[in-house]
């Protein structure tokens, strides 16, 4: 744990190891307001971020006549990075998945605004009427903004399918291979043009069941080599 605390207090300003109340407060609370550590929506990281934030100004409020002492402003912001980094150990890093912006709208080049459901949704309307190739591009993006909303893996604008399978087999190795193959299916009849056929499209809704099921190897957090 003493190599992730070094590399947060090394992003504290180090003009002065002197501070007065009102600087150290400012360290601490700068900190904690990284944007990675924030989300759309309160999660429980947010409420134990704040919490550490409230017990850092209550502890740096001396009482009536107490003479203010550096090493406590010290010890302050060190104890609030060590609380942060815990969290991040246990908890992993703040999910991404309520981020809007190119992330949410833009998933293997093409705009997209549906939620995991409403393209599986999609997706079974197009294997009903036949269309294999539809629903199995339609059923893989299902997959990929699933993977999304649960934090697992992110797909930022330029992820490709195979790209994205790829990034799929550390949280879900036992699936690796169904991933690939899934991805190939994608490609095949979203750019090569290649006929889909019931059979292919139940790989793909069933590998997207599987991982709905499962639950990743380690906790969720983005995953982006």
């Not at 998933?107 to 036949?130: C, I, K, P």
């Not at 994205?164 to 299916?185: E, I, M, N, S, V």
């Amino acid at each position: 744990m003493i190599a992730p605390v070094l590399s947060v207090l090394a992003r504290i300003p180090v003009s002065g190891l002197d501070p007065d109340r009102d600087e150290a407060r400012e360290w601490a609370e700068r900190e904690l307001s990284d944007p990675i550590y924030a989300d759309s929506q309160p999660t429980a990281f947010d409420r134990f971020a704040k919490a550490v934030v409230d017990f850092v100004n209550d502890l740096l409020r001396p009482g009536d006549g107490a003479e203010w002492s550096p090493v406590l402003a010290i010890a302050a912001v060190v104890i609030a990075v060590a609380l942060v980094v815990a969290a991040i150990l246990i908890w992993g890093r703040p999910r991404l998945a309520h981020r809007t912006g190119d992330s949410s709208a833009i998933l293997f080049g093409d705009a997209e605004h549906r939620t995991a459901a409403q393209l599986r949704a999609a997706a079974a309307t197009a294997a009903a009427a036949t269309d294999w190739d539809e629903a199995i591009a339609l059923r893989f993006r299902a997959l990929a903004r699933g993977l999304e909303e649960r934090g697992i893996v992110e797909a930022p604008p330029g992820t490709t399918a195979q790209g994205l399978a790829r990034r799929g087999h550390h949280p879900f190795p036992a699936q690796g291979d169904a991933l690939d193959a899934a991805a190939r299916a994608f490609d095949d009849v979203r750019y090569l043009r290649r006929r889909g056929t019931a059979e292919l499209h139940a790989v793909v809704a069933g590998l997207d069941d599987e991982l709905i099921r499962t639950t990743p190897a380690r906790a969720p957090e983005t995953i982006l080599s």
